[in-house]
């Protein structure tokens, strides 16, 4: 991935490499076999799992870019991977290729006795799909009628001070509030200024800091951190015993899946990899949710099905409706990393992007991405959800782009759906 989003949330390449300062936890160093017994996990489905078509080009696809290829000779394009595919309720493709652990701090390569193989209830830093679980957290609120899409932030934090900018718009990308927070600290985030001639609710523009916002006004409505409000209006009610916040609290260690493992934070297992998040305590509105690939499955056959999921209401049908629309229909679109983006956004959702949902893309596909190499996409025409969880920043975030992995599964699903 370029490296422009990357330098602005940590406010510059050394910030970016030189970790989290004196407030973030420790980086895990341990390695270790995959011995721990995993805790039971939610059922995605209630319908018996029969293999789709597609499902041996899929992992054929997983076990391509464990190796250089030759649009990237010099690194795999991941050291592991989870693919699962939901299709008309039932699962009909769950695979995991390569390791969880493939590099010590350094980074250096691990001999193949000491690596820690991927499996298919591994736990990854999920990183920007954390956005994803924000915004279902506020649009709880929307039905509870404790807060107004339309209204200004300003309303619910008065530090926020930006009158123009609405709660819909920190949903939908619009606020023109930068893409970082560079060394804010968590008192400091709602402050920062409108990027330099940014008219709120003109332009998309990706904004790290409109979901740090919204956390903290989920945290100010709830009565909650950010973390113990996400188990009571999500995961626990749904019952995800394998998302949250801060994994080595509540994780089998042997489950955690390795991000970064350069010297300059050591290697990352079950530590958030996202700088700013890590700096801020570990717990923000834009990052640091772990999470397996069924959990994340949970949320988009919740999200497909309307609000619910196995006869429990997690959101109004009318609330989905409106937050799966497309709410920036002809703006423009200000995004360095990817020029020929489009606008197309819902209300925490990314819409009818091919950038990583290749030939599943369409103007009802839905999903969102995240930095570590996770992505979740949503084809309601085809009945599918597809989540792919690779570990694309171990050792090196730089080492790969994940859109192109992301597009290799979606157009593979896509060639035999």
């Known amino acids: 991935m370029p490296l422009a989003r990357r330098v602005l949330l940590g406010a510059g390449v050394a910030a970016t490499l030189s970790g989290c300062g004196p407030s973030a936890r420790p980086a895990s160093s341990w390695v270790d076999s995959p011995s721990a017994a995993p805790s039971a996990p939610p059922k995605v489905t209630t319908a018996p799992a029969k293999k789709a078509p597609y499902a041996a080009d899929v992992e054929a696809v997983l076990h391509k870019y464990l190796r250089p290829t030759k649009d990237n000779p010099a690194h795999p394009g991941y050291a592991g991977a989870v693919a699962l595919v939901v299709a008309d309720g039932a699962t009909r493709v769950e695979v995991a290729a390569g390791d969880a652990v493939r590099y010590a701090a350094g980074p ?30 506020a ?10 899409l339309d209204a200004p932030v300003s309303r619910y934090l008065p530090e926020f001070g930006k009158d123009d900018v609405t709660v819909a718009m920190l949903l939908a990308h619009t606020g023109g509030l930068p893409v970082g927070a560079g060394r804010a600290s968590w008192a400091q985030v709602p402050r920062i200024p409108l990027v330099d001639g940014a008219v709120p609710g003109r332009t998309f523009r990706y904004s790290s800091v409109g979901l740090m916002v919204l956390g903290q006004l989920v945290e100010k409505l709830t009565g909650r951190t950010l973390d113990k409000a996400l188990r009571e209006q999500i995961t626990g009610p749904l019952g995800l015993r394998d998302t949250g916040f801060e994994p080595l609290g509540w994780a089998a260690k042997g489950r955690l899946v390795a991000t970064d493992a350069r010297t300059s934070r050591g290697l990352l ?4 990899h ?13 990052a640091g949710i772990f999470g397996t690939a069924r959990d994340v499955a949970v949320i988009g056959r919740m999200l497909l099905d309307g609000g619910a ?3 429990k209401r997690i959101l109004s049908a009318e609330i989905v409706k409106r937050a799966l629309t497309n709410v920036n229909r002809g703006k423009p679109a200000i995004d360095q990393e990817r020029p020929d983006r489009s606008a197309d956004h819902g209300l925490g959702v990314e819409i009818n992007q091919p950038w990583f949902m290749g030939e599943l893309a ?5 999903g969102h991405t995240g ?11 085809r009945g599918l959800v597809v989540v792919l969880l690779t570990n694309r920043a171990h050792p090196n975030w730089s080492w790969s782009d994940p859109d192109v992995h992301r597009v290799a599964v979606a157009n593979a699903i896509a060639k035999s759906g």
Do not use: W
Not at 114 to 120: A, L, S
Not at 274 to 286: I, K
């Open 274 to 286: 996202d700088d700013v998040c890590a700096r801020l305590g570990g717990v923000a509105g834009h």
């Open 108 to 137: 250096v390569e691990l001999p193949k006795n000491k690596r820690v193989p991927m499996r298919t209830d591994a736990i990854f830093d999920l990183a920007s799909i954390t956005k994803v679980y924000t915004a279902l957290m």
């Open 269 to 272: 297992r079950g530590v958030v």
């Open 309 to 311: 999921y196995q006869g």
């Open 139 to 148: 649009l709880r609120l929307v039905d509870q009628k404790k807060l107004d």
């Open 371 to 381: 930095f570590t190499g996770t992505s979740l996409l949503i084809a309601p025409e």
């Open 362 to 366: 369409s103007p009802s596909s839905f």
